[in-house]
């Protein structure tokens, strides 16, 4: 307690306070030395997105409105795993489904890292998907 004239009084002082959260959410990659990515890397998150869709192409196929590119952010924790997982366009869609659940079964992740620390990140990931018109039969000569 403060005191005056040796007899505690009531008292008040301003104590400025900044505080940082080591924790919160990256607001952009570029402040991070090491953006999160996909476990082997670009490559692997290409081939892991192919193998995805096309084993759902029927499911994708049935609707057209499963053309187009959704749009999905999530984000990686400091130990890599992903939450907070929603497409961000095409909601509703086929795709918009198959891309969320995609990003939320995909192994191996690895976090962002910032001043040499793991740190918590957002990302927004891309998928594709173009539906054909056409069906094309290709036969072989008799």
């Known amino acids: 307690p403060a005191s005056q004239n040796g007899k505690t009084v009531a008292s008040y002082r301003l104590q400025p306070v900044t505080l940082t959260n080591p924790d919160a959410f990256s607001k952009s990659s570029q402040d991070l030395k090491q953006p999160a990515s996909f476990s082997g890397g670009q490559a692997a998150w290409l081939e892991y997105i192919t193998r995805t869709i096309q084993s759902n192409s029927n499911e994708l196929i049935a609707d057209k409105n499963n053309s187009g590119t959704c749009k ?4 990686v924790n400091k130990t890599g795993n992903v939450k907070d997982v929603q ?29 040499g620390y793991t740190v918590n990140s957002s990302l927004i990931e891309s998928v594709t998907c173009k539906v054909a018109d056409k069906i094309e039969n290709k036969t072989e000569p008799e």
């Not at 999905?72 to 984000?75: K, S």
């Not at 961000?88 to 990003?103: R, S, Y």
């Open 72 to 75: 999905v952010a999530f984000a």
């Open 87 to 115: 497409a961000t366009n095409m909601k509703g869609t086929q795709l918009a489904e198959l891309a969320v659940n995609m990003i939320k079964k995909a192994p191996g992740w690895n976090p962002g890292i910032r001043n």
